[in-house]
């Protein structure tokens, strides 16, 4: 039983990576070095923290760019 939750657990883990990714290439930004694209997200992480106008901002841009991949 053990086995089996601790394989449906790395599944799952495995899976939301893939999603994560797959944001990154629907971003535009595969090719870009991982440095940078880490150094984005924790600066993102930071600036999300004491600003809620950014965050509504980017939400917008980000329900956009998913309601054009859905046309």
Request: aromatic share 2%.
């Amino acid at each position: 039983m053990a086995r089996t939750t601790t394989s449906d657990a790395r599944k799952k883990d495995t899976r939301e990576k893939i999603e994560l990714g797959g944001l990154i290439v629907k971003a535009g930004l595969r090719y870009e070095k991982r440095a940078l694209l880490l150094g984005a997200l924790i600066d993102l992480r930071q600036r999300l923290k004491v600003d809620e106008m950014e965050r509504a901002r980017l939400m917008a841009i980000g329900a956009e760019a998913f309601g054009k991949a859905d046309e």
